[in-house]
């Protein structure tokens, strides 16, 4: 069964940075392209960036140039480098595969990002 665990959230001023981690079990993790996700206080959760298992990436326009995302097929763990951090950006951080629903793959706990002004 799938397992998502993230890791690496907290508390950072505006325009700083923070790297969060998300380790996968229980998917063959090379063939799917993984996303990490965020949902705001009061919002639905939205997608913001995705790497192919081939290594391409797909970003959110709000985020193009702020952030980066990489991946280690062989530690089968994703990361999100989040640079010039804004007070929007304030949301707890999920991974996932992308699109949704391709296997089943329940979210996990997800890991708080807040960005102080």
């Known amino acids: 069964q799938v397992q998502l665990v993230e890791s690496g959230g907290g508390l950072v001023q505006a325009g700083g940075s923070l790297r969060i981690s998300c380790a996968a079990s229980g998917i063959p993790f090379s063939r799917y392209t993984m996303g990490w996700y965020r949902q705001a206080p009061g919002k639905k959760r939205e997608w913001v960036a995705s790497m192919s298992g081939s290594g391409q990436t797909y970003y959110t326009d709000s985020v193009k140039g702020r952030f980066t995302i990489s991946r280690d097929n062989a530690k089968n763990t994703v990361d999100l480098q989040m640079n010039s951090l804004k007070p929007e950006d304030t949301a707890v951080y999920y991974c996932?595969?992308?699109?949704?629903?391709?296997?089943?793959?329940?979210w996990g706990q997800g890991t708080q990002v807040t960005v102080s002004s």
């Open positions: 996932n595969v992308f699109p949704l629903g391709l296997i089943a793959s329940p």
